[in-house]
């Protein structure tokens, strides 16, 4: 397959589900519009799908490890009914101060670091450099600069919040509304082979910007 190193890292609660606050209920899970389409898309161009999300929820007592392979179970029947699938979900469970062992550690999987992106770089063959982060969050966008993928803030979740944060302090390197349009973005980027952050022409960073 033409892109089969080619990565779409997205985050999870308010990038491809609606954001709730340290979310532990399946019933609470609720995709944003677009997305199940925009991975479905990206599986039949060959794409390798990924969710990386921190889960300090875990550290700090709030849900078990248990409690989110359940949740994470609703999310991947929730997409295979529209036809689209994840190819490996990442989680760091830690927080540095919070919590208590073995979750109370400063862990290299938790964003901002990139120890999630380099996990699956090394069981899926992905180039990181050729990869997308897709994300609502200033720790998305420094994760993704970090690990040298392309980065794609969506204003959905907390994208309009941290706006000004991630594009003061952070490389974004396109603002898009949700994550369908993220991914419109990159399928374009990848079809006219410029999969690579260098490529990016300056000036075409989405709306308005
Ligand atoms: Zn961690």
């Not at 989110?68 to 830690?94: F, M, N, Q, T, W």
């Not at 999630?116 to 992905?126: I, N, Q």
Request: aromatic share 8%; charged share 30%.
């Amino acid at each position: 397959m033409k892109f089969e190193d080619v990565g779409i890292f997205f985050d999870r609660d308010g990038t491809i589900n609606a954001e709730v606050d340290f979310l532990s209920d399946p019933d609470e899970l609720e995709l944003l519009p677009g997305v199940a389409e925009a991975i479905r898309e990206a599986n039949e161009l060959g794409l390798k799908v990924f969710v990386i999300t921190n889960q300090s929820g875990i550290a700090r007592g709030f849900l078990s490890e248990h409690d989110l392979e359940k949740v994470h179970k609703k999310l991947r029947a929730l997409l295979s009914v529209r036809g689209a699938r994840i190819d490996k979900i990442y989680y760091c469970p830690h927080h540095p101060e919070f919590g208590k062992q073995p979750y109370n550690v400063a862990c290299d999987c938790r964003k901002p670091n990139t120890g999630m992106l380099k996990a699956a770089a090394r069981t899926f063959g992905v180039d990181l450099l050729k990869s997308f982060v897709v994300g609502d969050r200033f720790v998305d966008m420094k994760a993704g600069e970090n690990a040298g993928c392309t980065t794609v803030l969506v204003l959905t979740g907390y994208g309009e919040a941290e706006r000004e944060e991630c594009l003061l302090n952070a490389r974004v390197d396109y603002v898009a509304k949700n994550a369908g349009e993220a991914w419109r973005f990159i399928r374009n980027t990848v079809n006219q082979g410029k999969n690579f952050v260098g490529d990016i022409p300056k000036g075409m960073k989405g709306i308005e910007s």
